[in-house]
């Protein structure tokens, strides 16, 4: 059903689309444990990172790799053509000859959807700038409904940088649509943006803060991001912001019993370590789940399920 679709936005995916992946990712977490399968034996994958990445590339690799497939990838943008002036579109166009899959993260927001105008294998989007990181949405939902067994009902926070993170903008989209009660709380300069605002709007009237102590005590998933140092024009207002909310253990006296603890990763100073031993910590199991939704979404995208 989702053979040969590009994957730019988390709207390109439909609720029905979107339990379905995880029907498929619940299959592969026996593979994704290190059992394998060979199911895209002969399929390549090219994973193109313009922007730093630790968990996405190594998660797509090692999803391609447990299905039998192939990867090419740089780890350096500098040591392709482009350090010598070739364009996206033409670089896309190339690795689209040699690959059946092709992964990207770019800094320009808009960059997958363009790149997805030049290849004919489906293009996923790992990130484009400030915009969307649909596959990441994908794993934090799927984190949740195994957590919760729902995706309905739930008082959820999105803390921290919400106006250059993508993570966000993405997730926040898809609960609004599942009809989760939406918080969203930041440090006044990085509120969400209007855009993101219209679309959740539509579907509910989110509650908006600057202080997590005021709500956290409601919420049953605190999903955390870092500040997005690098989108800064100006790292004099960067600097006015670093370090203004961090979540550790005084925070959570006042936390439900059952409140889970999502980040998309890396985390800088905002979670503190000593939250790591908590039963509310599912960052790290958060992060796992995107080798079996990657799995999912590679085995889609070619057809194979
Ligand atoms: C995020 C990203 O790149 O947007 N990381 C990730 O994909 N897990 C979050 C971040 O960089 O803060």
Known sequence: ??????????????EKEIFEIFEVAKEMVQYAKG??????????????????????????ETAML??????????????????KGETLADTIRMMDSYADVIVIRHSYEGAARLA?????????????????HPTQTLLDLFTIHNNFGTLKNLKIGLLGDLKYGRTVHSLAIALSNFGSKLYLISPKSLEMPDHIMREIQEKQ???????????????DVLYVTRIQKERFPDATEYMKIAGSYRV????????????????????????????DNTPHAKYFEQAFNGVPIRMAILSMVLGVR
């Open 248 to 275: 550790d253990l005084a925070l959570l006296e006042k936390a439900k019993r059952e409140l889970i603890i999502m980040h998309p990763l890396p985390r800088v100073d905002e979670i503190a370590p000593e939250v």
């Open 35 to 60: 059992k394998g399968t060979d199911i895209l034996k002969g399929k390549i994958l090219a994973t193109l990172f313009f922007e730093p990445s630790t968990r996405t590339r190594f998660s797509f």
């Open 1 to 14: 059903m989702l053979k040969g679709k590009d994957i730019v936005s988390i709207k390109d995916f439909s």
């Open 116 to 132: 997805s105008k030049f290849a004919d294998h489906p293009v996923i989007n790992a990130g484009d700038g400030a915009g969307q």
């Open 205 to 219: 009237k989110p509650i908006v803060t600057n202080n997590i102590f005021d709500v956290i005590g409601e919420l």
């Open 66 to 83: 447990r299905l039998g497939g192939g990867v090419l990838s740089f780890s350096d943008p500098k040591s392709t053509s482009l350090s």
